[in-house]
């Protein structure tokens, strides 16, 4: 028996090992690798294992991302781009683990998330062979998004000093640290595949010693994070037969190049070398390739913690408001909020949530007019459908549409609660008889989809907005009964927002028939808003206009037995409901408006002989909800909100005001809202495993109905889908679910089918204080000197530099002696010492000689970046360039994109250059945008004839032209929209 003993205690050991570590773990990016050591990302963390596998160990527990581990060459230590302090920055760690040391300190970023296209700032490329320095690729100096450069840091932690390249992502130094091999553009993180435009990347050696730089890939193909290993440069790159990032070898004495892998079905994601071999990411799992074999293998690793960001949890949802209705009598609101459907009463009583079911999504839920049945779309079935569900929360739901073919957008039920009317992504406006389970189609449209529809108080008549392709877009109403559609509006004027009156007299509707032009500033040239207004339409014509002329005339009593009759009449009809009565004949001739306000109208609801809306016009700082009494024809403002709902018994309403809610009576005068509905019920039990899941097939979904191509550019999406679901099990961070919807939209080879957003818990962001200036370490005394001031212009918020300010004594070259009153000579790193003050008063003693002697204080204000001082000041030396070198004859811009900054600046540089003989536009990093046609417009207008009044200068008719000759500079980074712009100019040049 105890020879035994010791075997049954390893056999139970065996068991709970197992057990404990569960199966194989996959997800594991951006690994790298030290001779039995193999550091990776999972789940947002940093994990240790085994060169051949087994049990990773946990080396990081922070709530930011910890990304991009590299080892020093003698293997003592981590270097990774971490969140630790509220900032993405350089950190070391001891390699077996440890307390992290930050070693930068930079500008926090918008565009700051492994999410993004653009990808984290400030990641961690590798070292350099002394070990005493890190490089990293930072964008803490450039304006554009697209650019970062390359700088190194030492272990200290001392101010980085740039590598003298322009710009650059993933790097390699030579083993003798006089070269480095280096890609010039960064674009991993772009979810685009087989890409072969202007940004393919290529693989490049810079000599530090004779500044020059040599490329050795130069193929269409893209080949990157190069990785320098005696005479050879390992690399990725997509060329060959299956476009698929392989392993690639250039030997430097050959010049030759090898294919070292042939794999198909994923790419090789962010390989890292080490002394013996090569660790990568493929299809989501750990490969290690040996140098000397030139095997790849795969490493099984497994993670054994609590994997505590894929539990589930109980989750107040109530901040995830994604849609709300109200029941009928006004007694409960309905809510949609995070993929279920919630009511919750409006003072007694449970919250009740009517799905609870974290692997389907319900949308737009709807309450049936009768009160009995909340209706809602699920995609339980892995398709969009539409359902019903008792009210009470006591029956299950009942399946009402089958074999969903595509994404459905609101439903309406039918005053009568018998019908269910919606729009889908095919352009169909369809509803469905619940009892009879019939779909009937009323119109497709081959222009654009139709989400704009009503019912009729009697559920005969739909009311609709129809995109045309010849017109302006029309109103139509379809009869159920003669299962035909008339049209309401012509095609002259823009219409949309269809409400029938609750008494069915009337059709309401928002259209765009004022013209008031508002001149512009700039140039002889208009634009035009706030041209809406609402309308109706009589639809009977025995239907007076509530505006006719009036006459004061004396009542005569009638006989008591007709009063009698017309008292009965009445009451019959109240049994009998309103009944619409449409002539059809004459509709376009009986329409009325509402005199009100020229304006922005919208979200239009009838009760009775009330009328209520919101208004945001260009005059309005905020909405304004309005009522308009057709009774006593009087306009009323009941406050700003954000959105309402009315009940079916038109008695009650539901207001929600600045993210909270309220059923209230409707209202006649200013809204307050006293008794807030309590949203403390809407709690959720979240299992993100199937919400995880559910998000994927959501996202595969979108992308098969709304991706411009039908044919999925030749790829088998349903093949797509099956090759990367098995990786959505391995999920523990929101994050990684992003990078494995991303890698199958990247499947498609297109551009702008980014993912991004989701929900996870991110560091709290803390600023570090910039002064709009390059600072260096004087050597000799410790202190810190400025190299150059950023020139800015103080009067623009957006472009105040610092040490530029009215009263601040201070000039290029002088010295920091001291930050708030403590000494830089001790100081590593000045911005250490700036942490956390954007925005408040730092004095600063400055000095023009490294000495406590004639120093002086002075008092600035840092800011939390620098990138539009950079931008500033590239563009005014570029426009000096010009200047200087065309003596003043020719202009210069430059446009950072084609959105409303882009279109700033045009503004701003176009029209003061209107003089000179020639133009430079520049979009070098323009990222694309919108407005390049209004750019188009004015850059290739034609001269017709020249103005001439006495004593002054002749001038162009058009005017605000330069008919010069006109230059379009592009680089790789002129994208999107660009592409179009940069068309156009040839256009007009050719």
């Known amino acids: 028996m105890k020879k035994l003993l010791p075997v049954i205690f390893i056999s139970l050991f065996i068991i709970f090992s197992i057990s404990f570590a569960g199966e194989e773990t996959g997800l594991l990016r951006f690994p790298t690798i030290h001779e039995n050591q193999i550091v990776f990302t999972y789940g947002g963390d940093l994990y240790s294992v085994a060169a051949d596998g087994g049990i990773a160990r946990k080396l990081t527990n922070h709530v930011g991302m910890e990304l991009f581990p590299r080892f020093s060459h003698d293997g003592e230590w981590l270097a990774f781009t971490g969140q630790y302090d509220g900032n993405t920055e350089v950190y070391i760690m001891p390699a077996d683990g440890g307390v992290p040391k930050r070693l930068t300190y930079t500008a926090t970023l918008g565009r700051d998330d492994v999410s993004d296209r653009m990808g984290p700032n400030n990641l961690v490329m590798g070292w350099k062979n002394n070990d005493k320095e890190i490089v990293f690729r930072s964008r803490m100096k450039s304006y554009n998004s697209f650019n970062g450069e390359l700088f190194l840091v030492d272990t200290d932690g001392t101010l980085p000093n740039q590598i003298p390249v322009p710009r650059g992502g993933f790097t390699s130094f030579s083993p003798d640290d006089k070269k480095m091999a280096y890609n010039r553009i960064f674009r991993e993180f772009r979810t685009w595949k087989r890409y072969r435009g202007g940004m393919a990347d290529d693989v490049w050696i810079y000599d530090f010693e004779t500044k020059k730089v040599e490329n050795i890939t130069n193929n269409p193909a893209q080949?990157?994070?190069p990785m320098w290993a005696g005479d050879n440069i390992y690399f990725l790159s997509d060329r060959g037969d299956y476009q698929r990032m392989n392993l690639f070898v250039y030997n430097l004495t050959s010049k030759q190049t090898r294919q070292l892998t042939n794999l198909t079905d994923f790419d090789i994601k962010f390989p890292s070398l080490g002394k013996n071999a090569i660790v990568f990411e493929y299809g989501g799992f750990l490969y290690r390739f040996d140098l000397k074999t030139e095997e790849a293998k795969k490493i099984t690793v497994r993670i054994a913690d609590d994997m505590v960001n894929g539990r589930c949890e109980i989750k107040d949802v109530s901040k995830n408001v994604s849609n709300y209705e109200i029941s009928p009598d006004g007694k409960r609101a309905l809510f949609g909020a995070r993929g279920d459907v919630f009511t919750v009463p409006a003072e007694h009583g449970p919250t009740r949530n009517l799905t609870a079911t974290s692997g389907a999504h319900e949308r737009n839920?709807?309450?049936?007019?009768?009160?009995k049945w909340i209706a809602y779309i699920s995609d339980v079935t892995g398709e969009d459908e539409i359902y019903i569900v008792p009210q009470c929360g006591k029956g299950k739901p009942i399946?009402?549409?089958?074999?969903?073919?595509?994404?459905?957008?609101?439903?309406?039920?039918?005053?009568?609660?018998?019908?269910?009317?919606?729009?889908?992504?095919?352009?169909r406006l369809r509803y469905i008889d619940i009892e009879k389970k019939e779909i009937k189609e009323i119109v497709k449209s081959d222009v654009w989809e139709m989400r704009d529809y009503s019912w009729a108080p009697d559920s005969k008549w739909i009311a609709y907005t129809k995109p045309e392709e010849k017109t302006m877009n029309k109103i139509y109403l379809y009869s159920l009964i003669k299962d035909k559609s008339y049209e309401v509006t012509d095609g002259?004027?823009?219409?949309?927002?269809?409400?029938?009156?609750?008494?069915?007299?009337?059709?309401?509707?928002?259209?765009?028939?004022?013209?008031?032009?508002?001149?512009?500033?700039?140039e002889w040239n208009h634009i035009y808003n706030d041209m809406s207004r609402i309308y109706f339409v009589t639809l009977n014509k025995k239907v007076q206009s509530p505006f006719k002329p009036k006459s004061d005339e004396v009542t005569i009593k009638k006989e008591t037995e007709k009063s009698e009759k017309k008292k009965k009449d009445k009451s019959e009809k109240k049994k009998q409901g309103v009944i619409v009565n449409v002539d059809v004949d004459g509709l376009k001739d009986r329409i009325v408006a509402l005199p009100i306000k020229a304006s922005a109208y919208g979200n239009l609801a009838s009760a009775g002989d009330n009328l209520y809306y919101t208004r945001r016009g260009s005059k309005d700082t905020k909405p304004v909800f309005l009522l308009y009494d057709l009774k006593k024809q009087k306009e009323t403002e009941l406050g700003s909100i954000s959105g309402y709902e009315i009940s079916a018994d038109k008695k009650k309403m539901l207001v929600s005001q600045k993210g909270s809610y309220a059923i209230i009576d409707l209202p006649k005068g200013k809204i307050k809202l006293d008794k807030k509905l309590n949203l403390s019920g809407m709690q959720a039990h979240l299992n993100k495993k199937k919400e995880w899941a559910q998000i994927y097939e959501e996202c595969w979904r979108q992308m098969r109905e709304f991706f411009y191509a039908p044919n999925m550019h030749g790829v088998d999406w349903d093949a797509i889908r099956e090759k990367y679901r098995p990786?959505?099990?391995?999920?523990n961070h929101r994050v990684d679910l992003t990078y494995i919807i991303g890698e199958m939209i990247g499947e498609l080879s297109t551009g702008h089918t980014y993912v991004g957003g989701g929900e996870w818990e991110k560091a709290k962001r803390i600023q570090?204080?910039?002064?709009?200036?390059?600072?260096?370490k004087d050597e000799k005394s410790g202190y810190f000197q400025i190299k150059k001031i950023l020139r800015g212009q103080n009067w623009d918020k957006t472009l105040v530099s610092p040490l530029t300010e009215v009263g601040?004594?201070?000039?290029?070259?002088?010295?920091?002696?001291?930050?708030n009153g403590k000494s830089t000579r001790t100081m590593k790193n000045i911005y250490a010492s700036l942490v956390n003050t954007v925005g408040k008063q730092v004095t600063l003693k400055v000095n023009s000689t490294p000495a406590e002697k004639g120093s002086h204080d002075i008092v600035v204000k840092p800011i939390a970046d620098e990138a539009n001082l950079y931008y500033f000041d590239w563009v005014q030396t570029n426009i000096k360039k010009v200047t200087e070198a065309t003596h003043g004859e020719v202009g210069y811009l430059h446009v950072p994109d084609m959105g409303v900054h882009g279109l700033n600046e045009f503004v701003k540089y176009f029209y003061p250059q209107l003089k000179k003989k020639a133009l430079i536009i520049d979009v070098r990093g323009n990222g694309g945008g919108n407005v390049s046609p209004m750019l188009i417009e004015r850059l290739r207008r034609e001269i017709a004839?020249?103005?001439?009044?006495?004593?002054?200068?002749?001038?162009?008719?058009?005017?605000?032209?330069?008919?010069?000759?006109?230059?379009?500079?592009?680089?790789?980074?002129?994208?999107?929209?660009?592409?179009?712009?940069?068309?156009?100019?040839?256009?007009?040049?050719?």
């Open 223 to 225: 080949d990157i994070i």
């Open 365 to 371: 839920s709807k309450w049936s007019p009768d009160g």
């Open 399 to 427: 399946q009402i549409t089958k074999g969903g073919e595509t994404y459905k957008y609101q439903i309406c039920w039918s005053p009568d609660s018998k019908k269910l009317l919606w729009g889908d992504r095919r352009q």
């Open 492 to 522: 002259w004027y823009s219409a949309n927002s269809p409400k029938f009156s609750s008494d069915g007299k009337y059709l309401f509707f928002i259209s765009n028939r004022d013209f008031r032009p508002t001149y512009s500033w700039t």
């Open 727 to 731: 990786l959505v099990k391995y999920v």
């Open 768 to 776: 570090t204080g910039l002064l709009g200036a390059q600072i260096v």
């Open 808 to 819: 601040v004594d201070v000039s290029a070259e002088d010295y920091i002696l001291a930050v």
């Open 945 to 990: 004839m020249i103005d001439m009044a006495r004593n002054r200068i002749p001038g162009t008719d058009p005017g605000a032209m330069i008919y010069g000759p006109k230059v379009c500079l592009l680089d790789e980074f002129s994208a999107s929209e660009i592409c179009s712009f940069s068309h156009f100019r040839q256009k007009v040049d050719h």
